[in-house]
């Protein structure tokens, strides 16, 4: 028996055991477009693409008529950092993901409960796990320990160990960050190890994949060996032969401009959290982390990496779309929508960025199962309303997305967002921390030499990178001699270590029941303190439920006279004050000792 049904109920009704029949579907198949056609699904496999399918016994048949049907997305720029994003990426439609670093025991273990049908509505994951770098180097910096080398003898005994971790390809840094406005240069490998490094893997079959930052670093790359370049440049200009150089070489690149427009200061993801067809599918944490950006000391440009862009696609150099998502301004899944709309914004078609997003990143990495619409290949579709070959936008207004045949359900994902949206609500409702009313924090009259009190809330502590595996110290101690002439006044003192990608050492208020419980300050406006130390620019951090645990910064510079500062809430990305975790005044990201004083810290 055969049973069309309306689509909405299709939905959420099929499983992957029955066929599945779509019909009078505009379809992409990964390379060209074909209109009017019928996709037959069976055992997780797509069996037959054609105008006229007979329709199989017991078969769910649904009419795809003005809509289109796309291989899953393949992001080819992630960070896995646990299992909640390979969750939420089907969600948008993304249904690989190719990291590009990440603790490789992490990987094999989220690859091996996927294979084991743990995991069936989850992203699937192909991983470098650990990256080479030097000692210090850009990869370091995050706390957990990473194998580094410094020499070309050392590449293939570096590439061999990754393999034995189950490394599916190898990623490599050169990159010593100056052009992120970096005072110094950060350690990065030698072109003659990175070339090492690249014949070490192609001897054992593996690609090879470079982090670079300028364009002579992406020049370098290619020189050196590698099969593609993880980014595309920061700068106003590229060469005029890079585009040839590319070919030449036989490359692949994935431009990540959507991390890129972050790093220049021209976050484009914070406009696509808006959106419409996106937005009610994305966690409150989510939104706000596309709406972060990068801190730089220097003003970047993004233009070379366009110009770049249209090079490469004139001299047919396979772009891969990747988002480099893990990095502020950017989310699982969404993030793909607005690295489509970038590329073709930088020259490609609609129907370019598509198979930017789908064949070409499976041909690049040899996933020859996925990345098309063809008979045999995986059954990892989305369906969209519209037609994203005349208007990428149209992507992001998803029917419905299957993993493998089977379909992600996207309404329980809805309903878990609105859920999240309505505990937001109730903690702007609920009352304020008792005590808060004056918005006082501190004085600090108590007497020198004691702890500090707060006058609400948990009160104040030490606080450091050392909870995420870092190695700064601090001391908080109140000492004689206040702003405005009063008796007391905060001292934090200690030493901000390298060792960690966001190093902090400083003093931590925590407004609620415990350290880090959200509190309701929904009713103040601002952060007010006075603030005195040793020239040294610092950061208040406010963590809050809604970002996760991703602070938002402000900064400010503690001069030699005491000077009172005040920091929109709002200004903190947005935050309402409705579910505050804690506010940090810390030194850092510059390493070596420091000494801040604080008084009369208040909220108004």
């Not at 990754?162 to 100056?178: H, M, N, P, Q, T």
């Not at 090879?208 to 595309?232: F, N, P, S």
């Not at 040839?244 to 401009?257: D, E, G, M, N, Q």
């Not at 007497?447 to 001391?475: E, L, N, Y």
């Amino acid at each position: 028996m055969i049973r069309r049904l309306p689509l909405l109920f299709a939905l959420t009704s099929i499983s992957a055991a029955q066929p599945l029949l779509l019909e009078h579907a505009r379809v992409f198949d990964g390379s060209r477009v074909v209109s009017n056609a019928s996709v037959l699904v069976e055992g997780g496999v797509i069996r037959a693409v054609g105008p006229n399918i007979s329709r199989p016994a017991g078969a769910i048949v649904i009419d795809a008529t003005g809509k289109t049907l796309l291989p899953g997305l393949i992001d080819s720029h992630t960070h896995t950092l646990g299992l909640d994003p390979l969750k939420q990426a089907p969600i948008f439609g993304v249904t690989t993901d190719l990291d590009m670093f990440t603790q490789p025991q992490l990987a094999t273990s989220l690859k091996n409960q996927k294979r084991d049908g743990k995991l069936a509505d989850y992203a699937d994951l192909r991983s470098s796990g650990f990256l080479a770098t030097a000692p210090g180097g850009h990869g370091t910096e995050y706390g957990m320990p990473v194998p580094t080398l410094t020499k070309p003898e050392e590449a293939q005994a570096w590439v061999d160990a990754r393999i034995a971790e189950g490394s599916d390809y190898i990623k490599a840094v050169l990159d010593d960050a100056l052009e992120y406005g970096s005072p110094r240069p950060t350690p990065t490998l030698s072109k003659e190890t990175l070339k090492a490094l690249a014949e070490a893997a192609h001897k054992r079959g593996k690609l090879i994949v470079v982090h670079i930052g300028t364009l002579q670093q992406a020049q370098d790359a290619i020189e050196a060996g590698a099969d593609g370049l993880a980014h595309l440049f920061v700068g106003a200009h590229s060469s005029a032969d890079f585009g040839k150089l590319a070919a030449s070489h036989h490359i692949f690149v994935v431009p990540t401009l959507t991390v890129l427009q972050t790093i220049c200061g021209t976050p484009f993801d914070a406009e696509l959290a808006e959106d419409s067809h996106l937005k009610p599918y994305l966690p409150p944490a989510e939104a706000a982390m596309m709406k972060r950006g990068f801190q730089t000391s220097a003003k970047i440009s993004c233009d070379g990496a366009y110009e770049a862009v249209r090079q490469l696609n004139a001299a047919h150099v396979p772009i891969l779309a990747g988002t480099d998502v893990g990095n502020p301004g950017t989310t699982q899944g969404a993030s793909m929508h607005g690295e489509m709309e970038l590329l073709v914004r930088a020259g490609l078609t609609p129907t370019e960025a598509l198979r930017a997003a789908t064949s070409a990143p499976a041909a690049a990495f040899h996933l020859d199962d996925r990345g098309r619409i063809a008979p045999g290949k995986r059954a990892d579709l989305v369906l969209v309303n519209g037609d994203p070959t005349a208007d990428i936008r149209a992507t992001r207004d998803i029917a419905t997305v299957w993993l493998g045949g089977q379909e992600i359900d996207r309404t329980a994902w809805k309903s878990m967002v609105e859920k999240q949206i309505e505990d937001q609500a109730k903690k702007k409702a609920s009352p304020p921390p008792a005590g808060s009313e004056s918005g006082w924090i501190a004085d600090f009259e108590e007497a020198p030499a004691s702890q500090p009190k707060a006058r609400f809330g948990a009160g104040w502590s030490g606080s450091t990178d050392q909870i995420a595996g870092g190695k700064s110290v601090a001391k908080l101690e109140v000492v004689a001699g206040g702003a405005e002439g009063s008796k007391g006044a905060l001292q934090v003192s200690g030493e901000v270590m390298p060792g960690f990608a966001y190093p902090w050492s400083g003093a931590m208020f925590s407004p609620g029941a415990a350290p880090m419980a959200p509190a309701n300050l929904s009713s103040k406006k601002s952060i007010q303190f006075w603030a005195k130390g040793d020239g040294q620019t610092y950061r208040v951090m406010v963590f809050a439920t809604r970002l996760g645990f991703q602070p938002a910064t402000q900064t400010f510079v503690a001069g030699p006279e005491w000077k009172q500062f005040t920091m929109p809430i709002a200004g903190f990305n947005g935050v309402d004050g409705s579910d505050l975790m804690a506010i940090i005044w810390a030194a850092g990201p510059k390493t070596g000792p420091f000494s801040l004083l604080l008084d009369n810290v208040r909220l108004q």
